[in-house]
Structures are given as structure tokens and as C-alpha cells.
């Protein structure tokens, strides 16, 4: 009995549902309202944030943080490994002085932990941290104040390649530095 009820329930809720075929109204009014000129208007952009000025000729030397960022490298990193081989040390000591320049002293990096699509999710979210954590060390070694990094593992959902070759791979096993005001 409660089968024929249920039964009978649902099939009047789906007669009841049905898809409509009347064409849906539109409104005549809308479609014939005209349309207003943009203006322009001039404007002057003056920023002084990521300036300096050159002491010695008086020239304006600006560095935008997409320029500073550009000049920071990425790191690389061993399969399953988040130790910095010598060669990596020496593009973070350059990324290190540069964010001790008077350009970069008042801006914080972020460093991105990223790894290749080998693992769990788990394990690549906590392998991309460990690698965002040796290179925040090694900047704080040379020099750089910890409160102006953050960290974030994005672990293998952030590819730059995806070929399922080892080059592409290698690739993919890496921190990025980005430039936060």
C-alpha cells in the first residue's frame, strides 16, 4: 500500500513538474531603452610607492614589483627532496639581496611549494611546505626578516608542464617566489 502512494506521489510530482512550453516573456521596454555615452575623463597617475630617486645624477629610477619579481628566481628541487643543492643556494642568495635593497626592503614575498603529480595529495601538500620551509630558511640565513615571508604549497595542482616526461616533471618541483605589498 505505501508503495502505490509513494509511487502515485512521485508520478503527480513529475506531471505537475513537467518542463513548460510557453516561451518566456521579455519585456519590450528593456530592449528599447537607450543607451547613455560614456564620458571620458582625463586623468593623471602619479605613483610614488615603488620610486626612487637616483641620488648621484637626479634621475627617477623606478622598479614596478612585477620588475622585482621577474628578477627572482625559481628554486628546483630532487625528486622527493626539498634539500637546496649548492646551485640553488646561490640564486637565493641572489634573491636575497635583492630583497634587502632599498626597491624591496618594505615588500613580503610569498614562497609557492609546488611538486609533481608522483604522491598522494597529502604528501605533495606537505613536501611543497617543506620546500617553502628550506628556502624561507635559507633566506632568514641570509639575511631577510621571517615576518616578511609567507608560505603556501599549492602540492601538484599548480603545473607549469604536463607532459608525463621527466624534464616536465623536474619542472614542476619547485618554489616560486611572489611579490606581496
Same mark, same amino acid.
Given at each position: 500500500m505505501k508503495s502505490i502512494v509513494l509511487s502515485s506521489v512521485v508520478t503527480a510530482l513529475l506531471v505537475f513538474s513537467g518542463c513548460s512550453s510557453k516561451e518566456p516573456a521579455v519585456d519590450?521596454? &528593456?530592449?528599447q531603452a537607450p543607451v547613455e555615452e =560614456? %564620458?571620458? =575623463?582625463? *586623468?593623471? *597617475? =602619479?605613483s610614488t610607492e615603488n620610486s626612487m630617486v637616483d641620488s648621484n645624477t637626479g634621475n627617477s629610477a623606478s622598479m614596478t614589483m612585477s620588475e622585482i619579481e621577474s628578477k627572482l628566481p625559481t628554486v628546483y628541487f630532487?625528486?622527493?627532496?626539498?634539500? @637546496? *643543492?649548492?646551485?640553488?643556494? &646561490?640564486? @637565493?642568495?641572489? &634573491?636575497a639581496e635583492l630583497g634587502k635593497s632599498d626597491e624591496a626592503k618594505s615588500l613580503n614575498v610569498k614562497l609557492e611549494g609546488?611538486?609533481?603529480?608522483?604522491?598522494?595529495?597529502e604528501y605533495n601538500f606537505a +613536501?611543497? +611546505?617543506? !620546500? &617553502?620551509?628550506?628556502? %624561507?630558511?635559507a633566506l632568514v640565513a641570509d639575511g631577510?626578516?621571517?615576518?616578511r615571508i609567507s608560505m603556501v604549497s599549492y602540492g601538484e595542482s599548480n603545473p607549469v608542464c604536463t607532459e608525463h616526461t621527466r624534464e616536465c616533471w623536474a619542472k614542476n618541483r !619547485? =618554489?616560486?617566489?611572489?611579490? +606581496?605589498?
Open positions: 519590450s521596454k &528593456a530592449q =560614456v %564620458k571620458t =575623463v582625463d *586623468t593623471e *597617475t =602619479v630532487a625528486f622527493d627532496k626539498y634539500d @637546496i *643543492t649548492s646551485e640553488m643556494q &646561490a640564486k @637565493i642568495d641572489a &634573491a609546488n611538486c609533481d603529480e608522483w604522491g598522494s595529495d +613536501l611543497g +611546505l617543506k !620546500r &617553502a620551509e628550506a628556502v %624561507k630558511k631577510i626578516d621571517a615576518s !619547485r =618554489v616560486d617566489f611572489k611579490i +606581496l605589498p
